[in-house]
């Protein structure tokens, strides 16, 4: 309810939701790993990775911690 309150969306639109996708677009391509190799190793389908990067699709807490956690990130050190 506080996000309806304080003018930010749930949704894909969230300032802070696409840039936390956008860190992992960029953590995926200093990898040097295209869309089909990251899903390959999430055991996903190309579309996976494509839809939520685009924001087709939103990922939940799980989904987030398994591309996280694939991608060798620390989500802790992005909190602000």
Known sequence: MVAALDGRGKGFG?????????????????QGLSQS???????R???????????ERR???IEFVDVARTLGC????WTT
């Open 45 to 55: 389908h190309q579309q996976f990775v494509s839809r939520y990067e685009t924001g």
């Open 74 to 77: 620390q989500p802790d050190i």
């Open 14 to 30: 969230d300032a802070r939701y696409r840039a936390l996708i956008d860190l992992l677009v960029v953590a995926r391509k200093d």
């Open 59 to 61: 990922l939940d807490v």
């Open 37 to 43: 190799a990251l899903a390959t190793k999430l055991n």
